[in-house]
């Protein structure tokens, strides 16, 4: 079920096609909000050395 936490809100509703067909620029910036909160923000309980910047506030 993890794999669920990994997909931007709008993935799985349809509204994506029309999204990247009518406004690609917000479709790429949502991909790369969704691409900073899994990389930067998110912390996953069983893996909290994924988090770059946790890593470095840590150490």
Request: glycine residues 8%; without cysteine; proline residues 8%.
């Amino acid at each position: 079920m993890s794999h669920l936490s990994r997909k931007p809100h709008w993935v799985g509703t349809g509204g994506v096609w029309d999204a990247l067909r009518n406004s690609p620029r917000i479709v790429q910036r949502e991909f790369k909000a969704g691409k900073a909160l899994r990389e930067a923000r998110y912390v996953s309980p069983t893996t909290p050395e994924y988090d770059p910047d946790e890593a470095k506030r840590a150490g």
